[in-house]
């Protein structure tokens, strides 16, 4: 396992509406074959105290695994839809995540993530996002 620094931007589109927030945080880096595994804690006022984990397989599929207040297992797999339930303080929702793209140069020194995804519940469209990730080891 390998200490990084993890450089977020995340890009949401809800009803017409885009907003983009960027993080930056320390994480770490592991691998074993060709998976890699992102790691780093939220910074987000609303997302304090979660813990995020990006396990890229293939450079085709993304699980992104959340834990703290607001948990969740979501699958990123390039044109096909998975369910998953995201747990928050107020309640558990089930949602669709459908990506339209997946990609990732990733290696033992890092590199890059890159994700364009919908999110819907009961089939109707919460919202357009897009996530890229860089992430660099550190000494």
Do not use: W
């Not at 949401?12 to 770490?28: I, N, P, R, V």
């Not at 979501?74 to 044109?79: A, L, Q, T, W, Y």
Request: charged residues 25%; contains cysteine; negative net charge.
């Amino acid at each position: 396992m390998k200490k990084t620094v993890v450089h977020i931007i995340d890009s949401h589109t809800t009803d017409g509406e885009t907003s983009t927030c960027e993080l930056t945080t320390s994480g770490t880096l592991d691998f074993n074959g060709d998976v890699f595994t992102v790691t780093y804690n939220e910074t987000d006022e609303e997302l304090q105290g979660c813990q995020t984990s990006l396990k890229v397989e293939n450079s085709r599929r993304i699980t992104m695994t959340r834990s703290g207040k607001y948990s969740a297992e979501m699958i990123i797999e390039k044109e096909r839809r998975h369910s998953c339930y995201y747990t928050t303080p107020y309640g558990e929702l089930l949602m669709g995540i459908y990506a339209k793209n997946v990609t990732a140069d990733m290696n033992e020194n890092g590199g890059m993530l890159k994700f364009a995804y919908t999110i819907d519940f009961n089939n109707d469209l919460a919202s357009e996002n897009e996530l890229t990730v860089n992430v660099k080891v550190v000494d």
